[in-house]
Each structure stands twice: as C-alpha cells, then as structure tokens.
C-alpha cells in the first residue's frame, strides 16, 4: 500500500509540473489592476484605503530554512468546515513510516466536498499540517482540501495543497510560523478577510511563493459565517 500511495503522489506530481501554480507571476499580473477597500478602527475612528486585492512575490532565497523541518510528532487533530467531520490521527506507525490507515482517513476528509471525488494528498502536506499542530497545539480547520477541476492548474485539484486556519489563533501569525517552516518549494498564501491561510508544495523546480488575498469570502469559504454544528461527526483512522 505504501509503495502504491507514493508511486500515486510522484504522479500525481509530474502532471502538476506542467501546470500553472495555485498563485504565481502570471496568476498576480491578472489581477494587478484590481483593488479592494480595506477598513479598520483606530481611536474611535474608521479609516479606510485602497489596496491591490493581490499581493504576491517568490520567497526571497535568505527567508528560506537552511535545513529540512525536524520531523513532528505525526499527531494532528482537525476538523473540516464544509463536511462538519472531525479527524485526530497520528500519520506515523510505530516504526516511524507513513500509516496507511491514517493517511487514508485523512485523504477521506480532504475529499472535494462538491463533487465527493477523493485524490491520495502529499504526504509532504500532512507532515506539515502536523507541525503546525504541534506549534499551536490547537485544532486545526480545514477550509479546503482537494478540490476537483477539470483543468490542472491548482495544487489544489493535485492534491497538494490546504487552506486552514487554527482556532484562537490569528491568521497572520500562522502565516508566519508555516512560512517559517518552507526549505523551498512551498506556497503559501494569507487571506486575512477569508480567514485562513493557503499552503501547498510547487511543482518541481518552482520556487517558493507567498501572496496576500484580500478579496474576501468566496463561494467555497462562505460557509465561515454559518454556525458550527454542535454534533460534528467524527471520522474514524480506518474509514
């Protein structure tokens, strides 16, 4: 199972390495003359200006981690916003490899909430998402996982890719800490109106990338203003 789930990841891979990327050069030109009113209070007082609605640059090669992240602990605790389903795995076996089981159920939550459809996620992302954990020490919220299209053109749809955000913690600071976390070849994106942050792992040979978004909700994040469900189901490491 393990050899098949990698044999899927470095596929899966290779088409995304002929595809744009979720956010880079060509995405911020075609945006470049959009802009958006971003308000807030001081001393009473709004005040209120105009912005680029996107913001992205390549990561400066000095922002970069020096060494690869030390490996964490596997354990991450998360919750998806679209599915209302709850996840707490650890995705290594005792012996330290990937747990099929684990990675699966995580696969499962991550599925396109749209059309159902299921892809075998980076591995590279869950370890990432289990620093992060192990950081704040706090649940982690899935915005959006997978995401099927039937262009390749986001990491998204290659399934290397996440938008979450941590509860009790500010969206700028996770952006910080994950962008902390980058040897190279990551993308990552704070949408400080959506509320949550944009992580994923580039094609091979692309650099590094970070964006500020602020053009707000969208469709896929609208359902950040609907009340929680106080009876989330929750998944089970096998399912």
Known sequence: MLFRR??????????????????????????RAKKTKVCSRSHGKRRCRWIR?????????????????????????????????????????????????????????????????????????????????????????????FRYYERHS??????????????GVSVRTLYEFTSSLDPGGMGVGLYPRSGFIHVDFRAPGAPSYRWTDYSGPRSRSKHKSRPKSKHHHKLKPNA
Do not use: M
Not at 8 to 13: P, Y
Not at 96 to 108: I, K
Not at 154 to 167: E, K, L, P, T, Y
């Open 6 to 31: 990698i044999a899927i990841v470095l596929a899966l891979v290779v088409v995304g390495s002929f595809a744009l990327p979720e956010a880079g050069p060509a995405y911020a030109k075609r945006r």
């Open 154 to 167: 986001s990491r998204h749809n290659n399934g290397a890719a996440a938008d979450i955000s941590v509860d």
């Open 53 to 145: 609605e996107f913001q992205g640059h390549n990561a400066s090669t000095h922002s970069l981690r020096s060494e690869p992240a030390p490996k964490p602990s596997g354990n991450i605790k998360i919750y998806s916003l679209n599915t209302r389903e709850e996840l707490e795995v650890n995705i290594y076996t005792e012996d330290g490899d990937f747990d099929d089981a684990a990675l699966a159920a995580l696969d499962h939550l991550f599925r396109c909430w749209r059309s159902g459809r299921e892809r075998a996620i980076d591995p590279r992302l869950y370890e990432t998402l289990s620093r992060i954990y192990d950081h704040f020490g706090q649940r982690l919220e899935l915005t959006s996982g």
